[in-house]
């Protein structure tokens, strides 16, 4: 290659060019790393499980790249050129790639997912661990009067590690609130395009056959507008497949993916792809849920609802007349207002939300634990199944000794927990946990169509005692019927387990072997 010319104290605009490259390529190469964690995360569960194992499979599928580099030795430039365009084209449409496959293949089709997931994920980081060593290699061929090896190693990876800083803060705050997981993989794989761009431009007078790689550039760069520009009906045909009735709404927030659906049979709600109720049998749940802890206390005025931000579990709270006012604390601002202010939704909670004596608290319910001394007569915990760590927390003798600090005396709390039937471990985990807190743990089960036969425990400091009295109006409970509940046939019978701790949190583990035995 033929050195580009530069004064010794002066830097040519390439030199800057390529240093510049070297922040967007760590840029683009994290953003495809942590958007195929989110996707895997989002789609199978786990998240620490999934983040793991993407990131693992990068890194040594960068390793062999970064190995491989060696063996190119002419022709840099194009080289380079080449690798940029493949991993914007590759790696930019990995997400919706994912997406779409997702959408199409059946429900227990995991293992080839998995296999296409970790097959484009080492692909991208074979070819991210291609570029840096070629980038390191193109500076010292063409500016070797300003490098030393130690200068042109420290300058490469300090605009390497910059790159990966900006990105790793803007890919949650910024890129998917805004964007989404489809829209930003396309966004940073017209980056690498436009690095190709510009290498095919700053150095035009050396590459051969230049007009061969400028249609290439132009293809990808097509392709990866026409990707943005679709990538709204993309979403919205593999959603409608995925839940496979008319879709509603469906929006990314800040912390999940939210989408409701409704049909002839009634109104479903998604998040991050698992059914949280459906408006033909919820009301099932969440009296199951409710009422049994609420009548047996007698005479609940202050409630503490943690999760249960579609408003169903507040909406069966109210019907106890004498219940003054009820705090609901609920991670995502997005559901509460959803269930707030959607008229097909607040006619399911019956406008519960907006109710006077309701106030809607925005927070980390163990977080926020921590920081309040209020107590509460009933504490409703409505969590989502523990499917990652984050979740897990919420199912652990930390979080229930914090409930127990927040019970007045004489208090139950409620929580919901998983079925007894298909998870079994899962659910006496549960139990072992609350009796490992302290508290006196009181099972229970109901059938709900839609789940199956689903599971509950009611936590106090005194024994549970079935109301002899249940609010008018509910369409399952009745109090002749509470003793039944409370009676678990040998299938669904105690087993031993130990209970869950914040410190290794086997719950989740527990969890997904047992739901995961469903799917095969």
């Known amino acids: 290659m033929t050195p580009v010319a530069a004064a010794p104290n002066r830097i040519a605009p390439a030199e800057v060019a390529l240093l510049a490259s070297v ?81 199409w293949l059946p429900a227990a089709a995991v293992a080839p997912f998995r296999v296409l997931l970790y097959t484009l994920v080492g692909l991208v980081g074979l070819l991210v661990g291609l570029e840096i060593p070629l980038v390191m290699r193109i500076l010292k061929s063409h500016f070797s009067e300003r490098y030393a090896l130690k200068e042109l190693v420290a300058q490469v990876l300090t605009f390497d590690y910059l790159g990966a800083l900006v990105v790793a803060l803007a890919f949650p705050l910024v890129f998917v609130p805004h964007l989404g997981l489809v829209r930003t993989g396309v966004f940073f794989g017209l980056l690498n395009a436009g690095v190709a761009v510009w290498a095919l431009w700053l150095f035009r007078a050396e590459l051969r ?71 033909r049998d919820e009301y099932r749940y969440h009296e199951a849920l409710v009422h049994p802890a609420m009548a047996a206390h007698g005479a609940p005025r202050r409630v503490l609802v943690l999760g249960g931000g579609d408003g169903m579990a507040v909406r069966e709270v109210l019907k106890h007349r004498g219940v003054e006012r009820v705090t609901l604390v609920e991670l995502d601002p997005r559901m509460t207002d959803l269930f707030s202010t959607r008229p097909l939704l607040t006619t399911l909670n019956a406008g519960a939300l907006k109710d006077p004596r309701v106030e809607i608290v925005n927070a980390d319910a163990f977080g926020w634990l921590e920081r309040q001394r ?21 199912y652990t003798t930390s979080f229930y000794q914090l409930v127990d600090q927040h019970l007045a005396a004489g208090g139950f709390a409620t929580v919901q927990t998983t079925s007894p039937l298909i998870a079994r471990k899962s659910f006496w985990t549960v139990v072992a946990t609350i009796e490992a807190a302290g508290l006196t743990a009181t099972p229970y089960h109901a059938h709900v169509p839609s789940f199956g036969e689903w599971g509950f425990v009611i936590a106090g400091r005194r024994p549970f005692r079935a109301a002899t009295a249940l609010p008018p109006g509910l369409r399952f409970l009745t109090v002749e019927g509470l003793p039944a509940l409370l009676h678990f046939p040998p299938d669904m019978a105690r087993v031993d387990a130990e209970p869950n701790r914040l410190s290794n949190q086997g719950l989740v583990h527990t969890f997904e072997e047992e739901w995961g035995r469903v799917h095969q």
């Open 374 to 394: 209020e107590v509460f007569d009933v504490i409703v915990v409505d969590f989502p199944d523990p499917t990652n760590f984050a979740l897990g927390k919420l």
């Open 23 to 103: 922040f967007v390529v760590a840029a683009c190469g994290l953003v495809y790393e942590l958007a195929a964690g989110a996707l895997a995360s989002y789609l199978l569960g786990d998240s620490v499980l999934q983040f793991s194992t993407v990131i693992g499979a990068y890194l040594f599928a960068m390793g062999i790249g970064s190995w491989l580099s060696r063996f190119v030795e002419r022709q840099l430039v194009a080289q380079f050129l080449r690798i940029e365009l493949l991993v914007g084209l590759v790696g930019g449409l990995m997400p919706a790639a994912l997406f779409v496959v997702h959408s």
């Open 209 to 279: 056959r230049w007009g061969a790689h400028a249609l290439a550039c132009a293809a990808v760069v097509a392709a990866l507008l026409a990707a943005m520009a679709g990538a709204d009906h993309l979403t919205t045909w593999a959603e409608d497949r995925f839940y496979g009735e008319h879709v509603v709404f469906r929006e990314s927030s800040d912390y999940q993916r939210v989408v409701v659906t409704s049909g002839p049979a009634g109104v479903r709600l998604f998040l991050n792809g698992n059914l949280q109720f459906h408006s």
